[in-house]
T-cell receptor, first 117, second 113 residues
């Protein structure tokens, strides 16, 4: 168990809908990362938050947004869902301090499997 | 062309074999290299990480980085059926608070009895 908790485990929804994925980082971790894993693209970085602030952005669609709350949990919001958004969505967390790699190792949750029908 | 290339496999080996998994990359700014293992329907778990070029050993696992060739490897000695999983290489250009990981697509490994 990595200590990163993601809910729900599975989501089945229809095109055009909006969903929210939730992530609780490991105790003491300030950074949260979101990744999308699909069969053809592999794991793709979406966005990172550090202590409530957005720090890095990857190939995240405008229909997707995220935030990190004062208690450090994070939510990824996906709207106007399309069939192609069906994927595994992973959250990872790290301590996120300084330039020491050991403090920035990312630990992954078990993921949320999203199916858009 | 992807920044990180990894042979998707599947790679099937008998129990006890030495396994070699590899990734190549194009971004010369990458200096932190990681290997993750992912079992079916689970999240990736970190196996090893290295900084810059060289070798690192941890039990049955050895990670090698050759920055001049932009090539990294993971060797698994005495492979076991429990090693059957997808192995993902990952890289970053910095270790700090903005360190997004760039992953290979993963190599699926099957260790047979």
């Amino acid at each position: 168990d990595s200590g990163v908790t993601q809910t729900p485990k599975h989501l089945i929804t229809a095109t055009g809908q909006r969903v929210t994925l939730r992530c609780s980082p490991r105790s003491g971790d300030l950074s949260v990362y979101w990744y999308q894993q699909s069969l053809d693209q592999g794991l793709q970085f979406l966005i990172q938050y550090y202590n409530g602030e957005e720090r890095a952005k990857g190939n995240i669609l405008e229909r997707f947004s995220a935030q990190q709350f004062p208690d450090l949990h994070s939510e990824l919001n996906l709207s106007s869902l399309e069939l192609g958004d069906s994927a595994l969505y992973f959250c990872a967390s790290s301590v996120g301090r300084g330039g020491d790699l050991a403090k920035n190792i990312q630990y992954f949750g078990a993921g949320t499997r999203l199916s858009v029908l | 062309q992807k920044e990180v290339e990894q042979d998707p496999g599947p790679l099937s080996v008998p129990e006890g074999a030495i396994v070699s998994l590899n990734c190549t990359y194009s971004n010369s700014a990458f200096q932190y290299f990681m290997w993750y293992r992912q079992y079916s329907r689970k999240g990736p778990e970190l196996l090893m990480y290295t900084y810059s070029s060289g070798n690192k050993e941890d039990g049955r696992f050895t990670a090698q980085v050759d920055k001049s060739s932009k090539y990294i490897s993971l060797f698994i000695r005495d492979s076991q059926p429990s090693d059957s999983a997808t192995y993902l290489c990952a890289m970053a250009d910095r270790a700090g608070t903005a360190s997004k990981l760039t992953f290979g697509t993963g190599t699926r490994l099957q260790v047979t009895l």
